[in-house]
């Protein structure tokens, strides 16, 4: 989905200096917090109000750029926290990416800090195809790490319970890349993958993407662009969501499952939803791989019990769904809630 940058951003005040602790957490990092949280919106109105083209309340002073920092208006000092870095996809922007996983919309509920950022290049995925916005290393992993950063020193790294990477599509690629990196292997406790790659792959649909400009299907996918999923080298929860419409079938076993010694996968019951998601791809909706207008919805919830430490390795199927549209609420809180229940503690035992 491709949203164009507006120029004029969210008013901010001066970037104050980095408080010791959180106290009643009503400015932290410089950024004050409000209820409801800024720049959100829902449904036809995200495409025509100008809110997704905002680009944050929060400032990464390395770099001059702006993200999104939510977090709970009443938070206690040195109540713990789960951290959530939320990436966006390719051809999209941090503010779409905050509606279709909104976990903001459960910080208060489950004691969240979401920073959603937006990458800074615009470049083919494919050669002879247009240039879209995507994360790329040398651009953006500085400013990925500046963020983290900003977020352990203002909410202390003995109170964040939980490290999670979140993706979509190409962001959900760049958190495999970046999970085991020197910088976030002890760190992050857990990768969420939005139809960015599953490990032990669910192979897309040979006509994944999305539809031409007549509205009819791309042409098949190269073979090498059909990406396998790879098998990282640290250790990790990970859940894995995908639309049913964009994968050829779902694996019955994961080796990510095998490594921790989990048990064989049980399905949990079905979430169903009468609520849409906040977004969709406006431009492009109707071929039903690449997704429709947001709606009602069933998922199926397939969880690998008794792993090792605990550890969380799950995958959600969303009937009758695509690749772009934005996670019914209670989809949403599902995922929010085994991610707050999967083990962490990365962070605090780095501190020690």
């Given at each position: 989905?491709?949203?164009?940058?507006?120029?004029?951003?969210?008013?901010?005040?001066?970037?104050?200096?980095?408080?010791?602790?959180?106290?009643?957490?009503?400015?932290?990092?410089?950024?004050?917090?409000?209820?409801?949280?800024?720049?959100?919106?829902?449904?036809?109105?995200?495409?025509?109000?100008?809110?997704?083209?905002?680009?944050?309340?929060?400032?990464?002073?390395?770099?001059?750029?702006?993200?999104?920092?939510?977090?709970?208006?009443?938070l206690k000092p040195d109540e713990k926290v789960v951290f959530v870095l939320n990436l966006h996809g390719a051809g999209s922007i941090g503010n779409w990416q905050r509606h279709y996983f909104p976990a903001v919309d459960h910080k208060d509920k489950h004691r969240l800090v979401v920073a959603t950022p937006t990458?800074?290049?615009?470049?083919?995925?494919?050669?002879?195809?247009?240039?879209?916005?995507?994360?790329?290393?040398?651009?953006?992993?500085?400013?990925?790490?500046?963020i983290s950063d900003m977020v352990i020193e203002a909410f202390g790294a003995n109170n964040i319970a939980a490290f999670w990477l979140a993706g979509h599509s190409q962001g959900g690629f760049t958190s495999s890349r970046i999970v085991c990196s020197d910088y976030f292997k002890d760190k992050v406790d857990g990768w969420l993958s939005l139809s960015g790659g599953r490990i032990g792959q669910a192979p897309f649909v040979a006509a994944f993407g999305p539809p031409k400009a007549d509205g009819s299907p791309p042409d098949p996918r190269p073979a090498g662009?059909?990406?396998?999923?790879?098998?990282?080298?640290?250790?990790?929860?990970?859940?894995?969501?995908?639309?049913?419409?964009?994968?050829?079938?779902?694996?019955?076993?994961?080796?990510?499952?095998?490594?921790?010694?989990?048990?064989?996968?049980?399905?949990?019951?079905?979430?169903?939803?009468?609520?849409?998601?906040?977004?969709?791809?406006?431009q492009r909706a109707g071929y039903k791989v690449w997704g429709t207008t947001a709606r009602p919805g069933t998922a199926e919830v397939y969880v690998y019990p008794n792993c090792d430490g605990g550890r969380l390795v799950a995958d959600v199927v969303r009937k009758d769904k695509g690749h772009t549209e934005g996670l019914e609420p209670k989809v949403a809180e599902a995922i929010v809630a085994m991610m707050v229940e999967a083990p962490g503690g990365k962070l605090a035992a780095s501190a020690k």
């Open positions: 989905m491709k949203t164009k940058v507006k120029t004029g951003l969210l008013a901010l005040g001066a970037v104050a200096a980095l408080s010791a602790g959180p106290a009643m957490a009503k400015d932290v990092a410089g950024v004050a917090c409000a209820n409801p949280p800024p720049a959100r919106c829902s449904g036809a109105e995200c495409a025509t109000g100008g809110a997704l083209a905002e680009l944050g309340n929060a400032l990464d002073a390395k770099t001059g750029r702006k993200f999104f920092l939510d977090y709970p208006c009443d990458a800074a290049t615009e470049q083919a995925m494919i050669p002879g195809l247009p240039a879209v916005r995507r994360w790329d290393a040398a651009a953006d992993d500085a400013h990925l790490q500046n662009a059909r990406l396998p999923g790879a098998t990282p080298a640290c250790d990790f929860s990970h859940i894995f969501a995908i639309g049913e419409y964009e994968i050829e079938n779902l694996p019955e076993t994961s080796p990510w499952a095998q490594k921790y010694g989990c048990d064989a996968r049980v399905r949990r019951e079905d979430i169903v939803d009468q609520r849409p998601g906040h977004v969709w791809d406006y």
